[in-house]
């Protein structure tokens, strides 16, 4: 059974910066695309940013140019650098694989964001 730890969030002021950390645990025979997805209250859960294996990289055009999504294989972990967050990144953000572009795992329990002055 996969486990997917999330990591990282917290409170922090318009235009400053975060760093999500996504650990993957588990019998599983690796994983090829990553995302990091992201629920605001009231709203539906949402793909911002995903990775292939290799490293080639998708963003929601809400983050392009601010999120930076990485992974490392070696440790089984994925990460979002997030810059110049705004009060509309509020939301809990969650990783997992993408398979025929559905979430593959059952998921963690997210990490919260809060961008607040």
């Known amino acids: 059974q996969v486990r997917l730890a999330e990591s990282g969030g917290g409170l922090v002021q318009p235009g400053g910066s975060l760093r999500l950390s996504c650990a993957v645990s588990g019998s599983f025979l690796g994983f090829s695309r990553m995302g990091w997805n992201r629920q605001a209250p009231g709203k539906q859960r949402e793909l911002v940013a995903d990775v292939t294996y290799g490293g080639q990289s998708n963003y929601e055009d809400s983050v392009k140019g601010r999120f930076t999504i990485s992974r490392d294989n070696a440790k089984n972990a994925v990460y979002l650098q997030m810059n110049s967050l705004n009060a509309e990144d509020t939301a809990v953000y969650y990783c997992?694989?993408?398979?025929?572009?559905?979430?593959?795992?059952?998921w963690g329990q997210g990490t919260q964001v809060t961008v607040s002055s």
């Open positions: 997992n694989a993408i398979q025929s572009d559905r979430p593959l795992w059952s």
